[in-house]
């Protein structure tokens, strides 16, 4: 939704001077302060006017949309055994795949908006604490009546994923009827990222939305089975700026098998043929595959990184990818944002680093120039 001539008027006065009260405006402009207020709720909600002091957004914000939930972690003190007890350590901290793009994207110092679902609860109220904290907009947070989502994983001695089980009731309560604001935000984005979990209805008005309002969507899939939800909802018709699946959810969202390198290349092109212009497929250790519809494809490798808790690489990878995009980055430079902030937080016991900042980035990235590697590429 576009700005309408008075909310205009009100933003060119904020420019002038952001420190002008309702009653001013309403001077200034011939009307009354009640009118100006909901003139300045609406900007709030679009993304133009950010928090007190009437701030004014001078770069497009990225507005994502899917998971919020506590993170469980228990990590092994020896190598796992299964079927047993094993001593070990856990913590609890604010996740999602959803919030975690958010807080990263929000500690890069980008104007970041979620929506999501939590539910009316304790660990509810500590996850928005948390969040808000680091900087997420959250004004079009659902209360869900389901309990706040929880992810718990098990992490080796190594740090390496052993199991998780994820619960996100209240993230399929999440319906199109509660994305009303979306809209609205989408006016100001410059990108728009979805998660895979969402309900089918819910990922298929919000691919819409994005297509209507001509914003770039990045599509992550999350997981295998939430990857064949989202499989016949990409579609030429609402084309989507990238999709950043792994091996086997790429394999979910095709069909098609990805075990060599030349099946990899076979279905990103599958997906180039339904209206994804860039396929990220993250590959583990061995990095990732950036394969663009015009540009031809590069095998990009990991850097080198002692890894202390594997959660959160690949929402840090997508962060900064989009991150590194809104800055004018063409996608092959903007990968390489994302391969840096994974090696970051790997090197992280946090989901998301709470020292991240550009300047970090800048500096790995110059550490990254600094050691040449030579990705194959194919034009």
Do not use: C
């Amino acid at each position: 939704m576009a700005l309408t001539d008075r909310e205009r008027e009100i933003v060119d006065l904020l420019r002038g001077d952001p420190r002008l009260a309702p009653g001013e405006i309403a001077e200034r402009l011939g009307t009354t302060r009640a009118a100006v207020n909901v003139h300045l709720s609406n900007l709030t909600r679009k993304g133009v006017v950010l928090g007190r002091g009437y701030i004014l957004s001078e770069e497009p914000s990225v507005v994502v949309v899917g998971g919020a939930n506590l993170d469980i972690k228990a990590r092994s003190a020896a190598p796992a055994i299964l079927g047993t007890s094993n001593p070990g350590a856990g913590s609890m901290a604010a996740g999602g795949v959803g919030r975690n793009i958010a807080e990263n994207l929000a500690r890069l110092g980008t104007p970041t908006y979620l929506i999501a679902a939590v539910g009316d609860d304790a660990m509810g109220e500590r996850l928005l604490a948390d969040t808000a904290a680091a900087g997420v907009r959250l004004d079009h947070i659902h209360r869900s009546r389901h309990a706040t989502g929880t992810y718990t994983a098990v992490l080796d001695a190594a740090g390496e994923l052993v199991v998780a089980v994820a619960d996100m009731t209240a993230a399929s309560e999440l319906l199109p009827e509660h994305l009303g604001p979306l809209r609205e935000l989408l006016s100001h984005a410059g990108l728009l990222v979805l998660d895979g979990n969402l309900s089918a209805p819910a990922a298929s008005h919000v691919l819409d939305l994005g297509h209507a309002a001509g914003v770039p969507t990045l599509l992550e899939p999350v997981s295998v089975p939430k990857a064949a939800v989202l499989a016949p909802l990409i579609t030429p018709d609402r084309p989507l700026y990238a999709a950043t699946p792994n091996r086997e959810e790429l394999a979910a969202l095709t069909g098609l098998p990805t075990t060599s390198d030349d099946e990899l290349l076979s279905a990103a092109k599958h997906l180039h043929e339904r209206g994804v212009a860039h396929v990220w497929v993250r590959l583990g250790s061995r990095g990732s595959l950036l394969s663009s519809a015009d540009e031809g494809h590069a095998f990009v490798p990991a850097l080198p990184a002692g890894v202390e808790d594997v959660t959160g690489a690949g929402d840090a990878m997508l962060a900064a990818f989009a991150y590194a995009l809104l800055a004018g980055h063409p996608p092959r430079t903007a990968v390489d944002h994302g391969t840096a902030a994974a090696a970051l937080t790997v090197e992280s016991a946090h989901t998301v680093r709470p020292d991240l900042s550009p300047r970090l980035l800048a500096q790995a990235l110059a550490e990254r120039a600094a050691r040449p590697t030579s990705p194959r590429s194919t034009q």
